[in-house]
């Protein structure tokens, strides 16, 4: 008998522009890029200088603190830059691909036969452990923890989220194989959060946890589980790993190749054939979408519509990401836009729940930012036991004792990702709880 | 509307940074933002935003109050008509009330607005959009004969004392519309209650009766109206307040489009309820034999339960909160009107007072959630 979860407060936002059911093999980038920022909470040491020559899953860079946790290319070939920014932070590394891959070869060994440090030691040697988060404070593991547990989420709840159980169809033994590898790095269980709606590939999934997941979004997201199954308390830790990166994590001990392909989606109203494609993180994506979006007035994200990141000027794909969704961008005045029930910009939001439409969202912010006032549609998209409202202030005032007992140990951003969307005073929740994270991390670690 | 465009854009460098009248950013942004949604896109967090935004929310609430302020506008004059036995239509009294009801709303509006650009001017921060509820809340909730000079000067009061000092809108403890009413009731009592306020006076009569059937039964009078009186609204009253049917339309689209809380309106109807019944079952005065479905329709319950309790800044912040917030304020407000007859208005006093009571009410929620949490953390590490 499977586990089970169920939410009833959330939003399920029915966007146009789903993915249909396809793949088809993108060309090979001639760039790549690997963005240290992206990796939150790490310091990045380089290993490796402009005109070097690199290897698929040779070292880039690896983390200051922890040097064991090394960040590797995804591709082979020539480092042509190293873009640097304010006080010489590295922004990101740029690889000229070699017209073929040639693979740093690492072992080809079976996770069931071996231990939790040798696994580690593979996992950490290969680049593959960046793929590992942890909760609390929503960044990359420390190798050293002992994890009270896994999760991994397969079920993408987010507007045109990515369909796992078709991204991964031929990956799955793979994939059994990656969570054998996870069930070793923990003494506790792994948990596969999948999607309650259908049977898929993964409820056969064996030696781990399946939850049943029901309800709108966010109850794919990780949290939610968590706060049911294995509740997060001071000192703690949880990881959490992408099914796309537990995949990836069983290819790497079947072939001995860190190779980041993967199926992504490419979705968005904006998108002239929204499909899935095969493609490897860090591509550089601008000839690629050139002739695949409908005209130039658009918002490209690296992820979804609610946690992506923008990347209209910087299109590469990022470590984390299965998706890209294009929208239309929506800069423009608008007369009177606060008018309810009156013309194009009236959205029928009002009402959460249920939108039996396809919606055509932009990004535009409709309106500026206020004080909060209207704490009921915070709670409404909130189904974990926490108060939004009272959290979300306490992490502004960066209050460390209220932040912790009114439970930010227990979110992730992504988590505020819906309350981003619905709130009337345009408070960018998100941001506040990755500022108060931060301030807990320093303060408490 | 290109012209309008064109028409900002041409003036805004005066008032960006170094402009001639940087000072006045505020006020330039309130009126721009007021004729367009800025073009502006997200840059952090979510891609995607509602289109709802404070004004669209308080401007929703201003519709929902539309439908009892056209019946008060009609409902002064035909209560003027009938008390001075003329004949009349029904649009003269809708007239006639709409010239009387009017001046009061200008002079709300100019008058707080006026406060509320001055304070954003002087802090340099936007114009907040809460002043265009309370604006239309102020005179609805006032006797039609006030004079329009105590009328601003409530409205001066519940401006600056009711929601400036504590921050603007947002962050005030109460309503500042209930701020007004309950200024001018305790300043200028013979003004606010008695049994020749509720109507105009009509020229051709000496001595006239118009109380409320609260103050009636306040007095141990016997009323002449029905219940249909009471629902529709033809009765004395505040100008907004008489009509139930009015005030559930706008119940309707506030909680169509969950701009209120349906918690708190429900709760405190149910708490109304039970208090007049247990005071039915006790009978000992008129106001306590008078049926308990009856006072639901009568007075400033129904209007203060919707409007005022469901105010989202002042009410109680959590689920659980809102549901003891609302109930309580049912509860005080049948109680202050039976027990004290000198304050047959008791909605607003148990509002006032639940405004006060709500960070604590949220504060024992909240600690309960907390408690939790530690509980969790202690059996743990044990």
């Known amino acids: 008998m499977h586990k089970q ?8 936002i029915n966007l146009k522009g789903k993915p249909a059911l396809k793949i088809s093999q993108a060309p090979r980038s001639s760039k790549y890029v690997v ?27 690896y983390h200051k603190y922890i040097d064991k946790i090394k960040f590797t290319s995804p591709v082979s070939g020539t480092i042509e830059d190293i873009i640097r920014g304010e006080r010489r932070k590295i922004l990101k590394i740029v690889i000229k691909a070699d017209p073929q891959d040639s693979f740093k070869e690492f072992k080809v060994s079976d996770p069931e036969q071996l231990d939790k440090a040798q696994i580690l030691d593979l996992l950490l040697e290969s680049g593959l452990f960046a793929t590992i988060k942890q909760r609390p404070y929503d960044l990359i593991a420390n190798p050293e923890d002992e994890p009270k547990a896994i999760f991994v989420s397969a079920f993408d709840s987010a507007p045109l ?38 049977a898929t590939d993964f409820d056969k999934m064996e030696g781990v946890e399946i939850i049943k997941a029901f309800g709108p979004h966010p109850v794919g997201n990780v949290s939610v589980s968590v706060e049911k199954f294995e509740p997060i308390s001071k000192g703690d830790r949880i990881w959490t790993v992408n099914p796309a990166d537990v995949a990836m994590i069983g290819e790497f001990f079947e072939t001995g190749r860190y190779n980041p392909a993967r199926n992504i989606a490419l979705a968005g109203s904006k998108v002239k054939e929204p499909m899935y494609y095969s493609i490897k993180t860090g591509a550089d994506l601008s000839a690629f979408l050139k002739d695949k979006l409908v005209d130039d007035d658009v918002r490209i994200i690296s992820g979804n519509v609610l946690t992506g990141s923008n990347i209209t000027k910087d299109q590469f794909l990022n470590f984390y990401d299965n998706e890209v969704t294009v929208i239309p961008l929506g800069k423009k005045p608008r007369f009177m836009g606060w008018l309810p029930f009156i013309g194009k910009n009236r959205k029928g939001f009002y009402k959460f729940g249920f939108s039996p439409k396809e919606l055509d969202l932009d990004a535009s912010l409709y309106g500026e930012e206020r004080a909060f006032v209207m704490n009921e549609e915070y709670e409404a998209v909130m189904p974990l036991d926490i108060y939004p409202v009272h959290l979300l202030k306490a992490a502004l005032l960066g209050d460390v004792e209220k932040m912790e007992q009114l439970g930010i140990l227990e979110v992730a951003p992504e988590d505020f990702a819906l309350v981003d969307y619905i709130n009337s005073s345009k408070i960018e929740a998100q941001e506040l709880i990755r500022k108060g994270l931060d301030i807990m991390q320093v303060e408490i670690g | ?26 006020a330039f942004m309130a009126l721009y933002t007021f004729m367009f949604t800025p073009d502006a896109t997200t840059r952090k967090g979510a891609h995607i935003r509602d289109a709802v935004d404070l004004k669209r929310v308080m401007f929703t609430v201003v519709l929902a109050l539309i439908p009892a302020t056209l019946f008060g506008m009609w409902n002064v004059g035909y209560q003027y008509f009938t008390h001075a036995q003329l004949d009349f239509t029904n649009m003269d009294a809708f007239v006639y009330g709409f010239w009387k009801v009017l001046p009061m709303i200008v002079v709300s509006y100019v008058v707080g607005l006026s406060i509320e650009f001055y304070f954003a001017v002087l802090r340099g921060h936007d114009v907040n959009e809460g ?25 001066v009061f519940a401006v600056i004392i009711g929601k400036e000092v504590f921050g603007g809108t947002g962050m005030n403890i109460v309503n500042p519309a209930l701020t007004a009413r309950a200024f001018a009731f305790f300043a200028y009592p013979t003004f606010m209650s008695g049994n020749e306020v509720w109507i105009p006076k009509p020229e051709n009569a000496d001595a006239y009766s118009g ?36 005030i559930l339309i706008g119940a309707a689209l506030l909680l169509y489009t969950r701009v209120a809380s349906w918690r708190i309106m429900v709760s405190g109807f149910l708490g109304a309820a039970i208090m007049a019944f247990i005071f039915n079952l006790w009978g000992a005065n008129t106001l306590m034999q008078f049926p308990w479905w009856e006072h639901l329709l009568v007075g400033g319950l129904a209007f203060g339960v919707v409007f005022m309790a469901t105010d989202p800044v002042t009410a109680a912040q959590t689920r659980k909160g809102k549901w003891i917030y609302g109930f309580l304020i049912g509860l005080l407000a049948i109680m202050i009107r039976v027990f004290n007859p000198a304050y047959p208005e008791g909605v607003m006093l148990a509002i006032l007072l639940m405004n006060v009571i709500a960070p604590t009410i949220d504060y024992y929620v909240i600690q309960a959630n907390i408690k939790k949490r530690m509980k969790r953390l202690v059996k743990q590490t044990a």
């Open chain 2, 131 to 155: 002043y265009l509820v309370t604006g239309l809340l102020i005179p609805l909730i006032m006797p039609v004969t006030i004079p329009l000079w105590i009328l601003a000067v409530s409205v």
């Open chain 2, 211 to 246: 109380e409320t059937i609260l103050g009636a039964l306040g007095q141990g009078h016997h009323i002449a109206y029905t219940w249909k009186d009471m629902f529709f609204g033809t009765i004395p009253g505040s100008i907004g307040e008489t009509s139930v049917l009015m």
């Open chain 1, 35 to 61: 963005r240290p920022t992206e990796f939150y909470g790490i310091n990045p040491r380089l290993s490796v200088r402009v005109g070097d020559h690199v290897d698929a899953g040779q070292p880039l860079f």
């Open chain 1, 161 to 198: 989220g990515v369909d796992y159980s078709f991204a991964l169809k031929d990956k799955m033994k793979s994939f059994a194989k990656g969570l054998k590898a996870l069930t070793k790095l923990t003494s506790g269980k792994v948990y596969l959060i999948t999607d309650g709606r259908k």
């Open chain 1, 5 to 12: 979860v169920k939410i009833s407060k959330g939003l399920d």
């Open chain 2, 1 to 26: 509307m290109k012209v309008l465009e064109k028409f900002f854009n041409k003036y805004e460098h005066l008032f960006l940074e170094g402009g001639k009248y940087e000072k006045w950013h505020p």
